[in-house]
């Protein structure tokens, strides 16, 4: 199934503070669960995101190294905090603190992910929108994407090993 291409609005949407935006997918990024809240903010029907890839849901101007470094964390069975940026079917956007998980089965091997998303705390939103916006800059400077997201990566990681923590102390610490 192709998806069309959707524009960003520039238009920022909120959810309530209480709210957790809960999605679960197979170990390729396949969503086999999105709850209410997910569906709501993002405009899809469960039969619109259930067997779609996540980054259905993913912004442009989201920094590819934060997702390589996702996906790095949770292909090593650890778990990840980050910020991040979504978009929704009509192209507004919505600001989340991801919490994302390994799943495992009986044997303790992995066989998907899970992720809440929280309300952002505002205050540090600045310096995370700076940082990403350093990392689209190096990421536009390669010829191919994935050059890009491994520059980008490599920035963060050099980040974190100035300040001697990793990325989860980095984010909580903000």
């Known amino acids: 199934m192709s998806r069309p291409t959707i524009r960003p609005t520039n238009v920022e949407r909120f959810f309530a ?6 999605s679960k997918t197979d170990l390729k990024g396949i969503i086999t669960y999105a709850n209410k809240i997910f569906l709501d903010i993002a405009d899809y029907t469960e039969k619109e995101v259930v067997g779609q890839p996540h980054n259905i849901i993913r912004h442009p101007e989201m920094p590819a190294g934060i997702f390589r470094l ?6 090593d069975s650890r778990e990840i905090f ?9 192209g507004d956007h919505y600001w989340v603190l991801a919490h994302v998980t390994p799943t495992f089965n009986e044997k303790g091997v992995p066989i998907g992910y899970h992720s809440n998303r929280r309300v952002p705390e505002r205050r ?4 995370i929108q700076e940082l990403y916006a350093r990392l689209r800059a190096e990421e536009r400077r390669h010829a191919s994407p994935r050059e890009g997201a491994t520059a ?6 050099r980040m974190l090993a100035d300040k001697g923590v990793s990325y989860d102390e980095y984010i909580h610490g903000l």
């Open 17 to 22: 503070e209480d709210d957790v935006i809960v």
């Open 70 to 75: 996702m996906w790095d964390t949770i292909q």
């Open 82 to 90: 980050a910020y991040v940026c979504n978009m929704t079917k009509g």
């Open 124 to 127: 540090v939103m600045p310096g």
């Open 152 to 157: 980008s990566l490599a920035i963060i990681n």
